[in-house]
């Protein structure tokens, strides 16, 4: 199977703290997994050094074969990897069809003389019709218009989805998509994640609470609390992981 | 049929502003042939439309890429002594720089107009990107210090004896060719204005309003956010740089307390009051700025009613009355005469028609 993203020995310190400690994980080309873990484990931590925001104190990233450390986060997203946050980022006053129009530009090259002297018509009219054909598929197109802060919050959730998809991503980050959502609504959402994925070819990580969602969907599991690794293997491995139990409900202190 | 329906759409706008640009030439036309009856309005008119040009270009960095940047005045300052040294008349350039001489470089060194201004703007436009690299990494009020900051050493350095031969320090520049016509104002003000406008609503302006939305999520759709922000920066500084170049031919002699910090705040408030990240809200708020300072003059002549004279009609009491109104603007429209929405035909059209419709039997 093809490695698509491959953390070794990843550490980041903030300060005394050691947010990241040694942490080692791998996603296969088409897998989905999942990382779980307790608050403050250190979940969205990892999302941020992948995607360049953070940089690592030591350790690597490779993604497809090469290190990605220290790059330039908008590189990384052209490289391939796209995400989504947990608490929503959408660009708020602006037009659900821009927010998307916004990302297709990552794939075309003009500048600013083209793009002001409307040079690039050919681009900008292609830029214009993938939108509008994302949308369609992703069921946005209705709301092409609103601005995005208006919209309801599963729409949104939704469009920042959208939005991460027009990169054309081969990689998809999802950082708790399923957070404040309804057993109904996550449930969609988990055929949904497996949906884009068949259609656009995706391998997904993903940050996740809702076990019922992880539990359904992902190939792998990667336990980690106070930024360790505690445990790995398959949701049914998890599950019966004592160490897992352990950080998630406490242990019995014994009189 | 929504294709059809967003052309018709831009058509009506661009007609309409067609018809304005039209009437417009007009009025000025008109104006121009009774130049000295209406030397006072034509006066108004022509910094109206150079201010319009310098709040376009602020509203690029501060309302379109939501960089708080208060280097206006600086950036103005290298425009308009650039566009100065390179256009004043060889034969008066003796007596401007009565005092200290002129570099003999400088001497001939004389350029048509146009070349002028872009040149001007490319001054100010290079100073722009040289000192963006370290500053665009500060944020919100620290990037405004430092910006502030920039503005006020090209200040010091213009009246600094050492550029006695180039600016001729604190004498300032004289004899500036003026603009022959309000049409001549008018047409740079409008390429300038045009051009800005198309930046905004291209690719490239997307980019900038992503910036300004969300920087974190801007760079996770793959836009280099250094790059976006010192590009607008840049653009912004050699529009202003222009601008600059414009206000030195209005007002045909310049020095160094020209470009105080006043005049970067002058701007910023047609900014702020016409909305920030609003176009027309600019060129709105640069006239209403403008002609309300000169209207409200009314307020500064003494005031006689019954033979009794009001105490408070003397000089300066306009500008209270003027921040008295600024202060009521800010309380009611929070967030600027036209608050990030544009002027358009078609909402000001659907609003008459759907008040027709609401008329009983109106629309039937």
Redesign the interface.
């Given at each position: 199977m093809e490695n698509v993203l491959r953390l070794t020995d990843m550490s980041i310190a903030f300060g005394g703290l050691m947010a990241l400690d040694g942490l080692n994980l791998e996603v296969n080309k088409g897998e989905i997994v999942a990382i779980i873990g307790p608050n403050g484990a250190g979940k969205t931590t990892a999302f941020n050094c992948i995607?360049?925001?953070y940089t690592p104190t030591s350790g690597n990233i490779e993604y497809l074969g090469e290190s990605i450390i220290n790059k330039?986060?908008?590189?990384i997203?052209?490289k391939g990897i796209?995400?989504t946050?947990q608490n929503i980022?959408?660009?708020?006053?602006?037009s659900v069809f821009?927010n998307v129009?916004?990302?297709m530009?990552?794939r075309?090259n003009?500048?600013?003389f083209t793009?002001?002297?409307?040079l690039?018509k050919k681009?900008?009219d292609e830029?214009r019709e993938e939108t509008k054909k994302l949308l369609d598929s992703q069921d946005l197109y209705k709301y092409r218009n609103d601005v995005a802060g208006s919209l309801p919050y599963g729409i949104q959730r939704r469009l920042e989805i959208a939005?991460?998809l027009?990169?054309s991503p081969t990689l998809l980050l999802l950082d708790e998509p399923a957070a404040g959502m309804n057993p109904q609504e996550t449930m969609e959402l988990t055929s949904y994640i497996k949906k884009i994925r068949d259609e656009f070819g995706l391998t997904v990580l993903l940050i996740e609470h809702h076990m019922d969602l992880v539990m359904d969907i992902s190939e792998r599991i990667y336990v980690i609390d106070f930024g360790k690794l505690i445990a790995k293997g398959t949701a049914e491995e998890v599950q019966n992981n004592p160490k897992v139990i352990e950080a998630y409900l406490g242990v019995q202190d014994d009189a | 049929m929504n294709k059809l329906n967003f052309k018709e759409k831009t058509n009506i706008n661009l007609l309409m502003y067609l018809a304005i640009i039209v009437v417009s030439v007009t009025i000025l036309i008109f104006l121009d042939m009774n130049k000295f009856q209406y030397n006072y309005v034509i006066s108004i008119i022509e910094k109206s439309l150079v201010y319009a040009v310098v709040a376009l270009s602020m509203n690029i960095v501060t309302g379109f890429t939501g960089l708080f940047s208060l280097g206006q005045a600086g950036f103005m300052a290298l425009g308009a002594y650039t566009t100065a040294i390179l256009t004043i008349p060889i034969a008066s350039r003796p007596n401007v720089y009565y005092m200290n001489g002129i570099l003999p470089a400088l001497e001939n060194a004389i350029v048509p107009i146009p070349v002028a201004l872009i040149l001007g703007g490319v001054v100010a436009g290079v100073f722009a990107a040289l000192i963006g690299i370290p500053i665009l990494r500060l944020k919100s009020d620290y990037l405004a210090i430092a910006t502030l900051g920039f503005s006020e050493i090209i200040r010091a350095v213009i009246a600094s004896p050492m550029m006695d031969k180039i600016t001729n320090g604190s004498y300032g520049l004289k004899s500036i060719p003026g603009f022959k016509s309000s049409l001549e104002c008018f047409a740079y003000s409008l390429i300038c204005i045009v051009?800005m406008i198309?930046?905004i609503n291209?690719?490239?302006?997307?980019?900038f309003?992503?910036v300004r939305?969300?920087e974190?999520?801007?760079?996770?759709?793959?836009?280099?956010?250094f790059k976006t922000k010192e590009?607008s920066f840049v653009?912004s500084s050699f529009f202003t740089g222009i601008g600059g170049g414009l206000l030195a031919m209005f007002m045909r002699s310049i020095d160094s307390k020209t470009f105080q910090i006043t005049l970067t705040y002058d701007i910023l408030l047609i900014v702020v009051l016409g909305g920030i990240g609003s176009i027309t809200g600019s060129i709105v708020g640069a006239f209403f700025v403008t002609a309300g300072k000169e209207l409200l003059r009314f307020f500064d002549e003494p005031l006689i009613i019954g033979g009794v004279q009001i105490p408070l009609f003397k000089p300066g009491f306009r500008m209270v009355i003027f921040s008295i109104l600024l202060m009521i603007v800010v309380l009611f429209f929070r967030k600027g005469l036209l608050g990030?929405k544009e002027l358009s035909f078609n909402k000001l059209m659907k609003v008459r028609r759907k008040k027709n419709l609401d008329e009983p039997g109106g629309n039937a």
């Open positions: 995607t360049g925001i330039e986060p908008s590189d997203t052209k796209a995400r946050f980022r959408l660009f708020k006053e602006l821009e129009l916004i990302a530009h990552l075309y003009d500048n600013i793009s002001t002297f409307r690039n681009m900008e830029m939005r991460a027009a990169t | 051009i198309l930046i291209s690719s490239t302006g997307r980019d309003k992503a939305e969300d974190i999520a801007a760079r996770a759709v793959g836009i280099n956010l590009l653009v990030g």
